[in-house]
Every structure is written in C-alpha cells, then in structure tokens.
C-alpha cells in the first residue's frame, strides 16, 4: 500500500504556467525525494531534500519540505508540453529500512 | 556513462510459467533495489541488495518470488508459476552507497510483465 500521499491526483496547466504538486508523509523521514516518469519509461530523480532542509531548487524546480506538517511541494516554473509525465514523491523513513516509500503520483498534463 | 538496464523490457508469460527478469545495476553501486509499478500507481518495494548479500525481503508479495545477486552486480527476480496479480511492471534501482534510503537511487527502465 502507499505511504506517502500526492495532491492533486491529476493536473492540467497551459504551457508557461506553473504547476504546483504537494505530498505528504507519515513519520519521521531522513530524506524526501522527487522523481518524474514519462509514459512507458523509468523513473528519473529529480531532487533529494534532507531531513534538516527547507527549500531546494534545481533549474525550473523548486521543493520545500515541512518537516512540522510532513509535507513537501514541487513547484514547477514556466511548464513545457515536455514536462508531461508522472511525478512522485518518495520518501526514505526513519525506521523503515532502505527502502524508499511512494506515494501515488500527480500526473501532470502541459497543454501546448 | 551507463545507467540501469533491465532485460527483457517486455515479457508475456502463460499463467503457472516461470519468468526471470534481470537488472544491470549502474557499475560500482552496492545497493541494489526491487519495486513493482501496479498500473496507475507509484512503485513498492520489493526486496534489498548491499553487495551480494539480501539484507531485506520484506516487500516480496509470496513465496513465488526470488531474487539474488550472486556476485554483487547483476541480480535476477525470478517469479515461479506466474499468476494474473503478478502483472506490473517491475523497475530495479541502484545506489552508490550502502543503505539505499539516505542516498539517490536510479532507477532502470522496466519490465512490464503481462501473465495471460
């Protein structure tokens, strides 16, 4: 089952407008990680957000963490059609081995 | 330089047939990682490899699933006697470090097994 959560489940922006996708998680986390997947492919990491971090950016990207709500948020800045994919957050708890833990997805659609 | 393989990146099995699914972790890297993809959702872990050793099967759904790397490199999941629930794509991932959880992991392409 899925541990962590994404919101929305779905998006649709217009290429040049940002999209905004939030995940929360359940307990204490050493890192939160973003990966995007295109249809049919592998997952891509796109950035890692320790535990004692707020913010992080990385060209259009930009990931803040909560740590007090367990939440974190990938913004992505002036959208592209190519930035078409599936976006997951996933996290790698405390006490849960080495394993990284996903949540569900947003799949994002950029309108050209 | 290479990143992950998995071969085949397509397979179809019969149901009750074996199949075995291989990963090409990136050169170097000493953790190793399992995840199955239902459709429409996000990967699950698995199994766990540092090195050669299989440090933890918690995620493997039954019995039927096996998974070694026996040289610390290239691992196999072998799945006896598919059934339907089976099907899924199943990604492997791999780290440069021990301990997966605290470092990027980089996943390969797939392989979407369908079990007819």
């Known amino acids: 089952s899925q541990q962590g959560e994404e919101d929305p489940q779905a998006l649709s922006i217009q290429e040049g407008e940002n999209a905004t996708m939030n995940c929360s998680y359940k307990t204490s986390i050493n890192n939160l990680q973003w990966y995007r997947q295109n249809s049919g492919r592998g997952l891509v990491h796109l950035i890692l957000i320790r535990s004692n971090e707020r913010e992080k950016h990385s060209g259009r990207l930009r990931v803040t963490l909560d740590t007090s709500k367990k939440s974190s948020s990938l913004l992505i800045t002036a959208s592209r059609a190519a930035d078409t994919a599936s976006y997951f957050c996933a996290t790698g708890y405390n006490n849960a081995g080495n394993m990284l833990t996903f949540g569900g997805g947003t799949r994002l659609m950029v309108k050209p | 330089g290479a990143g992950v393989s998995q071969s085949p990146r397509y397979k179809v099995a019969k149901r009750g047939q074996d199949v075995a699914l291989r990963c090409d972790p990136i050169s170097g890297h000493v953790s190793l990682f399992w995840y199955q993809q239902a459709l429409g959702q996000g990967p699950e872990f698995l199994t766990y490899f540092q090195n050669e050793a299989q440090l933890d099967k918690s995620g493997l759904p039954s019995d039927r699933f096996f998974a070694e790397r026996p040289e610390g490199s290239v691992s196999t999941l072998k799945i006896q006697r598919t059934q339907q629930e089976d099907s899924a794509v199943y990604l492997c991932?791999?780290?440069?470090?021990?301990?997966?959880?605290?470092?990027?992991?980089?996943f390969g392409p797939g392989t979407r097994l369908t079990v007819l």
């Open positions: 991932a791999s780290s440069l470090a021990p301990g997966g959880r605290t470092d990027t992991q980089y």
